[in-house]
């Protein structure tokens, strides 16, 4: 048996949200293609507002900027992932229309 490597063509996208020159805001976008379907599924990751800004719908700006992006780019779903604790992050991502779909396994 032998197990070989190959690099896949992929591609992130950095959203960020600027207030007066200033980041205020991010999240990634990361496209990952597979063999089972011909188009990516992204992964919404590391979205983070700065804190003295937090309250003020920039998170839902930024995902809601993923959400356009990867259905421009023809992403066929969509994930992101939190730990069990943190329940005013799940209720963030049910009112964006995202749904509690499994476990995620490390």
């Not at 070989?4 to 293609?33: Q, R, S």
């Amino acid at each position: 048996m032998k197990i070989k490597t190959t690099d896949v063509p992929g591609k992130a996208v950095k959203i960020i949200i600027e207030k007066d020159g200033k980041n205020i805001g991010h999240a990634y976008l990361f496209l990952i293609k597979n063999d089972l379907h011909d188009k990516p599924y992204g992964l919404l990751e590391d979205l983070y507002v700065e804190e003295g800004y937090r309250g003020q719908k920039i998170g839902s700006e930024l995902a809601q900027a993923a959400i356009n992006e990867a259905k421009k780019l023809g992403c066929y779903k969509l994930l992101s992932q939190s730990r069990y604790a943190r329940e005013k992050v799940h209720e963030f991502y049910k009112k964006l229309g995202f749904e509690d779909y499994g476990k995620n396994f490390r």
